[in-house]
């Protein structure tokens, strides 16, 4: 018989993960030791390293727990007989997410998480898996909303899904460096944006003259 | 007479602050040594530090001289006698931020600027500066559509922007960590929202059975 249990082992690595959590959220990722997440957990060293080698792995396992949490969210809203409008879905996500920016919460080291990502590659692993699982959920979404008749039949899901993919991290920037914004002003933009006069046919791209690209 | 002009000492620090931004997009700004800084800017140790203390200072002002660039791509935008459809006004921006994801761009870096932002309290004043101004602008472009009969007449430009304000990060990170979303897919998603059908009205609060909330 197993001396340690494998829900003791499960309760264990939460234990480190929470604790890391704080510590990154608190000082940075960087700026905190190894040392300081033994403290914050409680654990010795030894303890630790049973189930983690490194900052990387603990931040690469932060990021992958997020993982069933927002597939969770989502699954529920796909499941529905009816999709919400996409106001309220957006809503939901974002009230989903800000319920995870308390002072240890997993959502207020996302941009630290984003960050390493552009540089790091396990990091990178993580993010990029986490962000396109999401993509593809929002993919689905427009899907519905096209086969539902709320979107015109020849709307491109991918187009969609990655304004709706956007939306989020840009919401979690503000709330965290602003404090200002909360899911319900982002579900009153949307509606309002929903709600505009349709855009006239367009030219094939963008106009020239973009001073921001002539300086550079 | 002065014996170092003011033009030469601005160029130096424009020189400085390039070789930051390939050291910090390279190899993460923590990981970054002053001393690779004053390599690659090809200076002495005595003549950064004529310009920049600390790696603190350098990520501050590199995110200071954003400012001028988007401000200028925006009041570019803003000026017209008649404002370009919303999506192509996203497009631009997201082009401007493009052409500056090189290996060296600043763009590069932004997330790094985000994940400092939350917990380093300097870079916190100039990253919420940034993003406060580039909201700003975007509340006033809100504004002008609603006086133009492009948004409904009650609409608040406030909550317009919180969402627009969102969507530039969100794609920066697409970009940057999934690597294939364009400008033109933005402007095409964003298009197709702008069409779709408005959403019912809407009941006050989110929807119960959030699963995510209920499982924090």
Not at 42 to 57: N, P, Q, T
Not at 128 to 154: H, I, K, Q
């Amino acid at each position: 018989m197993p001396r340690v249990s494998e829900e003791h082992r499960e309760r264990r690595r939460q234990q480190i993960l929470d604790a890391a959590q704080s510590c990154f959220a608190r000082k940075g990722f960087h700026e905190t030791s190894l040392q300081e997440i033994f403290r914050e957990s409680g654990l010795s060293a030894g303890a630790v390293y049973r189930y983690f080698r490194s900052k990387d792995e603990l931040i690469g396992a932060i990021a992958a727990r997020s993982q069933p949490l927002v597939a969770a969210l989502l699954e529920e809203i796909l499941d529905a007989d009816e999709l919400p409008p996409l106001d309220e879905i957006v809503a939901r996500f974002a009230t989903g997410v800000t319920g995870r920016m308390g002072p240890s919460g997993a959502v207020r080291i996302a941009p630290q998480g984003w960050a390493l990502a552009t540089y790091n590659r396990p990091i990178h692993l993580a993010i990029s898996e986490l962000l396109d699982n999401t993509r593809s959920w929002w993919v689905r979404v427009a899907e519905r909303l096209r086969d539902d008749g709320r979107l015109p039949p020849d709307a491109d899901p991918y187009a969609v899904a990655v304004v709706l993919t956007s939306i989020i991290p840009g919401f979690i920037l503000q709330r965290l460096v602003l404090g200002d914004v909360d899911a319900e002003t982002l579900r009153a933009g949307i509606r309002i944006l929903l709600s505009s006069e349709p855009p006239p046919p367009h030219a094939a791209h963008p106009a020239p003259g973009n001073i921001l690209n002539q300086a550079l």
